[in-house]
């Protein structure tokens, strides 16, 4: 593995750090097991970021519902409990915010792996380490990477997912995340733009 993407494995995420397995610098191939290590780590840090900013996400809207209630009936008496709410509210967003960017940079580091990831394995271990169901292989070729597996196809733990409206996978997490922001960026262009032009 490149060194880039060792340091880029050992620093993604907020509060997990990563050992990953080196390969020598003069040959960039990489083993199957180096390669499902490192895409398990990735997994395993974007899993974390997912269930952190589900749980953040679930008590913003738990106090919201409280602080409404409370104003609702004899707010004034309340004032104080409502503000310790509110004070927790802004607390669980700036958690949230870190567990979105953990969870974005998963995504740019899976942009940044999945080609020497891709060179390095055959579909059938690709489909293997995404959990994608035999079934559903039948549809992929062999030059399907892991980005098309993941985002294009969406068949990321395509079992246990069977009959879901969107895919919920992890990683097709942290890439809608990445891709989110980027149609935002496109989206705000225009107005930028504008304001510099005159």
């Not at 593995?1 to 993604?12: I, W």
């Not at 974390?48 to 004034?76: Q, T």
């Not at 559903?136 to 733990?157: A, H």
Request: aromatic residues 8%.
């Amino acid at each position: 593995m490149k060194n880039e993407l060792h340091n880029k494995l050992a620093g993604a995420g907020s509060q997990y750090i990563w050992n990953s397995v080196m390969t020598d610098d003069r040959n960039e191939r990489m083993s199957y097991l180096e390669a499902s290590i490192a895409l398990n780590m990735m997994r395993r840090n974007a899993e974390n970021a997912c269930e952190l900013l589900d749980i953040c996400n679930s008590e913003i809207e738990n106090h919201r519902v409280i602080i409404k209630n409370l104003k609702g009936c004899c707010g004034l008496f309340y004032t104080s409990w409502i503000a310790e709410l509110e004070l927790n509210i802004g607390r669980l967003r700036d958690h949230a915010n870190q567990m979105r960017n953990s969870l974005l940079q998963c995504g740019l580091l899976l942009i940044d792996f999945a080609p020497l990831f891709d060179e390095n394995t055959t579909l059938n271990q690709r489909c293997k380490l995404l959990n994608v169901d035999i079934a559903d292989r039948s549809t992929l070729t062999e030059s399907d990477g892991l980005l098309n597996i993941i985002f294009v196809y969406g068949l990321e733990d395509s079992a246990a997912r069977r009959g879901a409206i969107f895919n919920t996978g992890v990683m097709s997490r942290a890439l809608n995340l990445i891709f989110h922001d980027f149609s935002e960026c496109i989206r705000g262009a225009p107005m930028l733009v504008s304001q510099f032009t005159g």
